[in-house]
Every structure is written in structure tokens, then in C-alpha cells.
């Protein structure tokens, strides 16, 4: 929508002057219970009040996106692409909130991702100063945001995602502070209603350990990496109340990981009049909080997108029960504003490899269509319309990445979302921006190898192994580069453009060719030494030969642990249970050794973390990409080629060594699907209940049992 469809004649407006949360009053008349909505816009989030009542429990809204133009020479990697933007509107139902005669709205905006300048990473990402447009429709007249609306530059001193908030309550203005609003231009947008859920206190946690006081604070451990907000208490006014968050307890010059004592701090000056102080406008990635010795912690408010959990797994192997636990827990905490981010303290972006690698297990895990549905938008918006370059964030603000790890969200993301909901209709409106990203690759490559990408930024290949990144960049975006390709014939054929086919597959030809010709060793029988996984890569994308394979096998079956970054992990695991070596694949997930998810536990890990020996963030679900092989692959509940959403469905478990009980289920577009099975001996006695009249069959061994209702099977194994 434009401005007029959106907003009628309403007038966008801010506070002249003020930097961080502005506050506006609008008076009207009303007539109480009367039919009333209200199309409201702040940038970058808003509170919404009417005559003293919050309306709705909504947090940091409207979602996050790539709102209008900007000049984005100046970041730490400059960009010139061409993008698209849209901007969130939320729509409220207020006829309860009204009463007879004068009402006020009164609206808080805070800064969000929009006005963001206080980042010491990217260079300048900021959109500009608060701003706000609404329109109320009702009964007995329309209200709109314009020039009659007061504003006030509030009583923030600072008000930043990165940096925390500082509220000062002894500078509350009265109403005889505020001024006319300034009307300003709208932005250059598209205006779209809101779909992804908005954040909300999902928990509340008022269980912790206070684990010293010295130096004027106390120390208190939640017992859980979390995100949220910490609510503080102090009753008397003119105090300065701190609160500082961490993942990890550091030494006296560093407060935890990424973490320093004059960062990431939420400030107060109290008032004695209200007793209890939280952040507004943010979130904090933390388990450890230090508050001041004048001031004391009375509970965490646990915040994230609002993705109900749709999941269930269970088994007698604890390092499997936990990984599914812990990554279900990393995801949520790192999904808010609509936007699935690497990390929920440092960073908190959007970035495209790390949401491409957990699309799949988020959205089997998940009530999360609606919010992927919403990402699906900032991939393509962060698509060059020119070049057909995907950014590395999405929305864009910054980042490192590669061109097919991260870039390569624009295939991925919408392929697993069709297979899971079953919606064509996303591959029919991506299957054109696939073949731009294509062309861009072709642009990028050299002999047929995707050799580099945007000048002056960065060409990663694959991300963090446990030792210095040794695997080629071109070799694995090389080999991604064919995986999707293979992709998009698939899709080509669902939404029948068969024709083509045959250019693709010459294509993949082509680079499949060059990449032998650059990495294969005959006498190695692997592909760059199989360094980092490189081997597994080539093998994934359809390169590689039996050769190859047993080379792989061999090599992992005598290291007994990962040597992979966070693409090669899902990519090797995934391999070797789809082609036989279910065993393996179990063992290294599994594993005790120092790289592996047990080390994580051990170590008292409650999130995942970035790098597998832990020296940096301890909250990143990018590793946990595999966790949806419990379901695809242990449990065996997978589709039957041609089939999305789950409308048919195969049941085809691995039994393993090490794992004699497994049980768990997973909500479809069409229906729970459960699946459990007990070993017992040489015997396996598996159950069953994906619904009555779905097509469901039972595979194993060579033998097919069709399935109806609740089942029991038993087998040998």
C-alpha cells in the first residue's frame, strides 16, 4: 500500500530534536465502546497508550525490515545495491479502550534498528530519527497524526538496542511541556500490514541466586542463558540504578563474553513513585546480572517472537535430548522483530547463513510460518534488483558473509519453506530471483568457480571450524553453488518450468567439471585433503565418487568428533545418514570428544554456542542446523519426492547402536505426525499416528507397510 491507502490524509511527524524516545499526546472525542481501529506506524518501535491503558501485550513492534533508502557508502563493507523496501503497520481494535467525551492516546517511539547509530560495527546502518504516523477510524470520526498532535522529546538520555537505555523518571514531562509535532515527508516505502508475531513476555523468571555484592553491586545468576529484560526494584527517588548483563562471568576488567562494564548497561534515575524499572524499547542476551547495591533484582522477563513450540522429542540418549532442548531454546531467543539474528546481544542480525542453516529445523520445530513468511520478504527486499546480489543480512545492515552460504538464503529459505507448509506459490514469485542470483554468480565466477564477491567486502566460504578455516572459499561456494541449482529444478519442475531444465543442468556440468578439475586428487581420494569437511561438501552437492565416500567415512570413523564449520556439520551429518551410514552419523553427533555438543553440555551450556571450544558468543543456533535430522532422519519422517507439507508421508527410522528408545512428533500444515520406537533385542517395535486419510506408508528394509491411524509395527533389526 502507499501512504494514502494506508494512513488516509494522516501526516507523518516526529519531535523536532529529539534523538532517542520521543513521546506524543493526541486528544479527541470519542464515544465510549464505539467501533474503533487504529493503523498505527512508530519507527523504529512504539508504546501504545490509550487513556492510561496499554493496548495489547505487543513488544517491539512493528517488525524490523529494509524501511526506505539510505546511503550505505559509508559502512565498514560499502554498498551500492538497489534494493526494495517496505515498512510494517499494526492494526488494533481500540473501541474498548474509548470512553464518552475527551480520550488521549499517547504513543512512546524508541529507536530499534531504525535509528541506529551508536553500533561499533558497520559503519552508519541509520535510517534517521524517530518518526510516527496513525489514522483511528470510528464511528464518530476520524483522528489522524498531524500537526495537532504534542510531542515531547521524553525523558530518555539514551535508548539503543546496542548500547542499553538510560531512564531518567525525574524528567517525566508534564503535559504542559509538549509542542505541535513537526510534519515531516513520508518515507519512500511500501506500507504492509504486520504478519510475523510480535515479541512478547513469553516467561517470567523470579528464581535466581545472588552471588556476591562488592564494589556497590550484586551479582545475581539466573541459572539460564536467556534474552529478555532484567525489572529491578528501589523505592526511593533521585537514585542511579545500574543493570549490567553477561553470558559469562569475566575477570575485573571484562564483565562476560563481548561484554564490558560501560557497555550494554540499562540505566535508571528513580522517581519514589514507581518501584519497580525494566528496559522498553530492547532486549539483553544474558544469564548474569549485575545490579546496583541500591537497587534489587526481582525478576527476568523472558521476551522473543511469540513461535509456540510444536515439537516433542525424547530419548535415552541425553546428549540428543539435549541438543533438541538447547536448540529449540537458542532459536527463540535469537527470533525477535521478525527477524531470526545470529546472536541476541552482540550482533543481533539477520544474518543469511545463519538463517538458511536453521530455516529447516525452525520451521519443523515451530509455530513459525508466519514469521518466516515475513523474512522471506527481507531476502528478497536485500536482493540487488540490478545485480541480483543477496545481502548477508536480511534486512540489510551490514555484515560479513559469502556469496552461496550466506547469499544463497534466496534459494534455500523459500524451497524449505514450501516443503514444509506446502505453499507453491513462494517458489513461483523466488524462482525468478534464484535465476538473478544465478546470473550473479556467473558474474562472480572465473573458469567456472564463484571466486569472489562484492568489492571491498568479505568471500566467505564456510565459518568457524575448530581450527583456522583451511577448505577453499571457491571450493565451497563452488559446491553450493551446484546444491542449488539441483534445487531449482526441482522447483522448476512444481511449478512447470521444465523448459528450463536443461541450461541448469548444463550449468551444474560445467562448475561440477571445474570443481574436479580444481580440488579432486585421485590419489587422495578426496577433495582438498577432505580439510574441514571439504569432501562431504563436494560429496553433498553430487560430486565425488564411492572412492570419495568410504575415503569419508574412513577419515570420521577414526576422528571420532567434527573438524567442520557451521555449513559442513549439517552437510556431513545429513550425507552419511542418507546414504547408509546412519551409525557414523549418530556416533559423531553424539561424540564426547572436544568437538562435539557434548563438550557444550559439559561445560554447563544451557545455549549454543558460536564456536565449538566456546571463545566467543554462547548463544548462536547456527550449529544446530542439525538438530532437524532427529526428526528427518532418526525418527525417519520425511516426504516422498514431488510431495510439500506434509501431505504424504514416510516413515523410514535408523536404528543405531547407543539408541534403544526415541520418541517425538512434530505439527504439520496437515496435522501431527508422531512417531516412537522401542528396541528390544534383535526386535524394534515402532508406533506410529500421522491421522487417519493421510497417505502414509512405513519403509524399511526394502519392504513397504501402509499406515492409517494410529499404528504398531514391529521389525527387525
Known amino acids: 500500500m502507499n501512504q494514502t491507502e494506508m494512513f488516509a490524509n494522516a501526516k507523518w511527524i516526529e519531535c523536532e530534536g529529539a534523538e532517542y524516545a520521543p513521546v506524543f499526546l493526541k486528544k479527541f472525542n470519542a464515544v465510549k465502546g464505539e467501533k474503533a481501529e487504529i493503523a498505527i506506524c512508530g519507527l523504529g518501535w512504539f508504546d501504545l497508550h490509550i487513556n492510561g491503558a496499554r493496548v495489547g501485550d505487543d513488544l517491539l513492534v512493528p517488525s524490523a525490515s529494509n524501511y526506505s533508502e539510505r546511503d550505505m557508502s559509508g559502512w565498514s563493507y560499502p554498498l551500492f545495491d538497489k534494493m526494495g523496501f517496505r515498512t510494517y503497520v499494526m492494526k488494533y481494535d481500540i473501541g474498548s479502550y474509548l470512553r464518552d467525551g475527551e480520550n488521549v492516546a499517547e504513543i512512546m517511539l524508541g529507536t530499534g534498528y531504525y535509528h541506529q547509530n551508536q553500533r561499533d560495527a558497520e559503519g552508519n546502518v541509520d535510517y534517521g530519527t524517530p518518526k510516527l504516523c496513525f489514522y483511528i477510524a470510528k464511528g464518530s470520526g476520524d483522528v489522524i497524526s498531524d500537526r495537532g498532535t504534542l ?74 542463558n536467556t534474552v529478555g529484560r532484567a525489572a529491578v526494584k528501589c523505592v526511593k527517588g533521585g537514585e542511579h540504578v545500574t543493570v549490567a548483563y553477561a553470558e559469562e562471568i569475566g575477570g575485573s576488567e571484562r564483565f562476560g563474553i563481548h561484554f564490558s562494564d560501560d557497555r550494554y548497561i540499562d540505566e535508571y534515575i528513580t522517581d519514589g513513585i514507581r518501584t519497580e524499572y525494566k528496559t522498553r524499547f530492547g532486549w539483553q542476551g544474558f544469564r548474569y546480572v549485575w545490579v546496583s547495591d541500591n537497587a534489587e533484582l526481582v525478576r527476568v522477563d523472558v521476551i522473543h517472537s511469540d513461535c509456540r513450540v510444536t515439537s516433542e522429542f525424547d530419548s535415552d540418549s541425553e546428549i540428543l535430548n539435549w541438543l533438541y532442548k538447547t536448540f529449540i531454546h537458542t532459536q527463540l531467543c535469537n527470533m525477535h522483530s521478525g527477524v531470526p539474528s545470529d546472536c541476541p546481544h552482540r550482533e543481533r542480525l539477520g544474518y543469511t547463513g545463519d538463517g538458511q542453516l536453521c530455516a529447516q529445523s525452525a520451521m519443523l520445530m515451530l509455530d513459525s510460518r508466519d514469521f518466516y513468511r515475513k523474512w522471506l520478504c527481507d531476502i528478497a527486499d536485500c536482493q540487488c534488483r540490478e545485480s541480483g546480489h543477496v545481502q548477508h543480512t536480511a534486512p540489510a545492515m551490514g555484515g560479513g558473509g559469502g556469496p552461496c552460504g550466506w547469499g544463497g538464503a534466496i534459494v534455500e529459505v523459500p524451497y524449505r519453506y514450501y516443503k514444509i507448509f506446502g505453499d507453491k506459490s513462494v517458489l513461483e514469485e523466488f524462482y525468478p530471483r534464484m535465476q538473478k542470483f544465478f546470473d550473479y554468480l556467473d558474474s562472480r565466477s572465473e573458469n567456472c568457480l564463484v571466486c569472489r564477491e562484492e568489492e571491498g567486502g568479505w568471500c566467505l566460504g564456510d565459518w568457524l571450524p575448530p581450527t583456522p578455516i583451511q577448505v577453499p572459499e571457491t571450493l565451497v561456494n563452488s559446491c553450493l553453488y551446484i546444491k542449488f541449482l539441483r534445487t531449482a529444478c526441482e522447483i522448476a519442475r512444481v511449478i512447470g518450468r521444465e523448459s528450463d531444465i536443461p541450461a541448469m543442468e548444463e550449468k551444474i556440468a560445467a562448475v561440477s567439471k571445474a570443481v574436479d578439475a580444481a580440488y579432486y586428487s585421485f590419489q587422495q581420494r578426496a577433495y582438498c585433503g577432505d580439510i574441514n569437511g571439504a569432501s562431504a ?62 563438550y557444550m553440555k559439559k561445560s554447563g551450556a544451557t545455549t549454543l554456542w558460536e564456536n565449538w571450544n566456546g571463545a566467543s558468543s554462547r548463544n548462536h543456533p547456527m550449529f544446530g542446523a542439525v538438530t532437524a535430522l532427529l526428526f528427518t532422519k532418526l525418527l525417519g519422517i520425511s516426504q516422498p519426492s514431488g510431495s510439500a507439507g506434509f501431505e504424504k508421508v514416510i516413515i523410514s527410522p535408523c536404528f543405531v547402536e547407543g539408541l534403544d528408545r526415541a520418541s517425538g512428533s512434530i505439527e504439520t500444515v496437515n496435522g501431527r505426525i508422531s512417531v516412537s520406537f522401542v528396541k528390544s533385542g534383535p526386535n524394534a517395535e515402532v508406533e506410529i499416528d500421522a491421522g487417519e486419510g493421510r497417505y502414509t506408508e512405513f519403509v524399511y528394509k526394502g519392504k513397504t507397510i501402509p499406515v492409517n491411524g494410529k499404528t504398531v509395527i514391529k521389525v527387525e533389526v
Open 151 to 224: 510531542s515531547h522529546k521524553g525523558y530518555f538520555r539514551r535508548c539503543n538496542l546496542y548500547t542499553g537505555e538510560f531512564q531518567d523518571f525525574s524528567a517525566v514531562p508534564e503535559e504542559k511541556d509538549f509542542s505541535p509535532a513537526h510534519e515531516i515527508e513520508a518515507p519512500d516505502t511500501d506500507f504492509e500490514y504486520q504478519i510475523a508475531p510480535p515479541d512478547r513476555v513469553i516467561e517470567t523468571i523470579r528464581t535466581f541466586k545472588l552471588l556476591k555484592e562488592e564494589n556497590g553491586r550484586k551479582l545475581y545468576d539466573i541459572g539460564v
Open 537 to 598: 561438501l563436494a560429496l553433498d552437492a553430487g560430486l565425488g565418487n564411492e572412492r570419495v565416500r568410504s575415503k569419508v567415512i574412513e577419515k570420521y570413523r577414526a576422528l571420532g568428533e567434527y573438524d567442520t564449520g557451521i555449513i559442513a556439520t549439517e552437510a556431513l551429518t545429513r550425507y552419511l545418514f542418507e546414504t547408509g551410514e546412519a551409525q557414523l552419523a549418530f556416533d559423531l553427533l553424539t561424540n564426547d570428544n572436544d568437538v562435539s555438543f557434548s
